[in-house]
């Protein structure tokens, strides 16, 4: 400590101000919003699934990408995603010893595939699984729903960031 009894706030002050140089001098930087190599993408996924919402919504908010919908204009979009399976499963991985159930696991599973109109797959045939485990009781059935809920939405999170990752790494059509 120096005699003005300030050594320490400088020295933190020239460790964070020394910290962002080191990390960008390694190559650090923070995930920006994903560069598309496509204008626009059809999907047809319908407008009941919360996964194709909040997908649709994501794709929308880079302010870059037109999600179609209507099949009249598939031929004219630069990509289409089918997606070949959106299925959320609900399956019991613990019992007590009075035979009920203890605990659930969760899974999402979305299945889906890229392609240009002109048949070229950008993205063969890919599956993305969610799982998480819930602990589960009788007496706290309404808490139990609700939490299940939040873990679904949780999941559902996850796989559209997933899906829009995969959908960053296509460079050119």
Known sequence: MGADGNALPRRALLLAGGLPVLLTACGFRLRGAPQLAFRTLFTSLPDTSALGLELKRTLRSLGTVEVVSDPARQASCDVILDVLQEQRERAIVGLNSAGQVREVQLRLRLRFRLR???????????EILQTRDMSFSETLA???DAEERLLYRDMQTDTVQQLMR????????
């Open 166 to 173: 995969r959908l960053a790494a296509v460079k050119s059509l």
């Open 142 to 144: 309404l808490a139990k």
């Open 116 to 126: 240009t109109p002109g048949g070229k797959e950008l993205i063969a045939d890919t």
